[in-house]
Each structure stands twice: as structure tokens, then as C-alpha cells.
């Protein structure tokens, strides 16, 4: 009997841990087609058909489903950078940054949609499971901290006097690639290059311009 119990226990939480990842993949696609202003709890009940109900077990509003997806989707590019972590040159590491980061992007299409092309509303940091600074953790703070132990070896020419503004200007370099292969990858009106080779020459470009 007690066998029985254990079985019986198992299954269930393997079925609320199917559904809690249903529900969050859902609200995922949801969120990155239609913007998370205009997606609703019922809505996403109704599109894995459940009842809305269902969902409130797993999650009391939109706002803790959006708080639980950015928490995942931030901590997954974290542990895809960390692959990179261990190289000693750091000139080398955000060179490999930017193109695991491309990778990642259209690796997870969903979550990086979310994550860097959605709007969604201002929170205090507070409800986030990701430490701001640690880079370990934050994806900016692993580029910045790079570029930042770059400049301090001396690596760029003297004029860039500013390791953020780097760190910024790479970033969105490589956001728009991923960005404009998501939006305008099926436009058969440009004979398309593949994301990760322009990721290359553009990285490539870019750090040219930047070492001494």
C-alpha cells in the first residue's frame, strides 16, 4: 500500500510539473506574439485548454507567470555564456560572448523574443532571482566585466576611455543581428547570410576598430 501512495504522489507532481511547464511556454509565445499588455490569463487557459482556474493554482496573476519566465530565461543565456567563462583573454571572451550570445538567440527564438524584443512593465529588481552585478548570474554584468578587464590591461586604443559604452555599443551590435534574422529571416528579398557568420565579421569589425 505505502508503494502505492509513493507512486500515486510521484505521478501527480510530475503531472503539476508538466502543466506549471506547459503554462509557461504557452504564456512565453503568447507574450512575444501578441505583447504582454494584451495577454490574458483566461486566454492562455484557453490555448493549452485548461481552465483558468488551473492556472491560478500554479500562478496568482500574469504579472508572477512574466517574473517566473524572465528568471528562467535570464538564468538559462547565463549558464550558455558561462561555457565561455573560463577564457583567460578577455578580449577573447567577449569575442566568443557575442557569438554564443547570437546562438543563443536563435537557439531559443521564444525566449529571446521575451526577453529583448517585448515590452514589458518597470519592476523594482526585487521579485528577480538573478543577482544585478554578479556574473555568474547577469548576462550584462559577464560582458561588462570583460570589456572592463580589457580596458584595464590596457587592450584599447587611448581615446576609449569608457568600458559601459562599450559594452553597450557591442550588445546591441549583436542584438540586431538576432533581431533582424527573428523579424526578417523568411524575406526572400535578401539572399540571407547565415547569423552566425555575420556575427563573426561584424565582431571582427568592431574589435579592429576598438585595439590598439
Known amino acids: 500500500m505505502k508503494n502505492i501512495v509513493i507512486q500515486s504522489s510521484t505521478r501527480r507532481d510530475r503531472e503539476?510539473?508538466?502543466?506549471?511547464?506547459?503554462?509557461?511556454?504557452?504564456?512565453?509565445a503568447m507574450f512575444a506574439a501578441e505583447g504582454y499588455e494584451a495577454v490574458t490569463m483566461r486566454g492562455i487557459a484557453k490555448e493549452i485548454g485548461y481552465t483558468a482556474?488551473?492556472?491560478?493554482?500554479?500562478?496568482?496573476?500574469?504579472?508572477?507567470l512574466l517574473v517566473e519566465l524572465c528568471n528562467q530565461d535570464f538564468l538559462t543565456l547565463a549558464g550558455y555564456?558561462?561555457?565561455?567563462?573560463?577564457?583567460?583573454?578577455?578580449?577573447?571572451r567577449v569575442r566568443k560572448m557575442g557569438l554564443a550570445y547570437v546562438?543563443?538567440?536563435?537557439?531559443?527564438?521564444q525566449h529571446y523574443r521575451l526577453m529583448f524584443?517585448?515590452?514589458?512593465?518597470?519592476?523594482?529588481?526585487?521579485?528577480?532571482?538573478?543577482?544585478?552585478?554578479?556574473?555568474?548570474?547577469?548576462?550584462?554584468a559577464f560582458l561588462q566585466s570583460a570589456v572592463a578587464e580589457a580596458h584595464a590591461a590596457g587592450s584599447f586604443r587611448k581615446d576609449i576611455k569608457d568600458p559601459e559604452l562599450v559594452s553597450q555599443m557591442f550588445w546591441?551590435?549583436?542584438?540586431?543581428?538576432v533581431a533582424l534574422h527573428l523579424t526578417k529571416c523568411k524575406d526572400d528579398w535578401i539572399?540571407?547570410?547565415?547569423?552566425?557568420k555575420t556575427a563573426q565579421l561584424q565582431t571582427d569589425a568592431l574589435f579592429r576598430g576598438l585595439l590598439k
Open 53 to 64: 482556474t488551473a492556472l491560478y493554482y500554479h500562478f496568482p496573476d500574469k504579472h508572477s
Open 81 to 92: 555564456l558561462q561555457r565561455i567563462g573560463r577564457i583567460a583573454d578577455p578580449v577573447e
Open 172 to 177: 546591441a551590435s549583436v542584438h540586431g543581428i
Open 191 to 196: 539572399d540571407w547570410r547565415t547569423p552566425a
Open 103 to 109: 546562438n543563443f538567440g536563435m537557439e531559443y527564438p
Open 16 to 28: 503539476k510539473a508538466e502543466l506549471r511547464g506547459k503554462i509557461l511556454d504557452t504564456a512565453r
Open 117 to 140: 524584443m517585448t515590452p514589458q512593465p518597470v519592476t523594482d529588481g526585487t521579485e528577480k532571482k538573478i543577482e544585478k552585478g554578479n556574473p555568474d548570474q547577469d548576462a550584462y
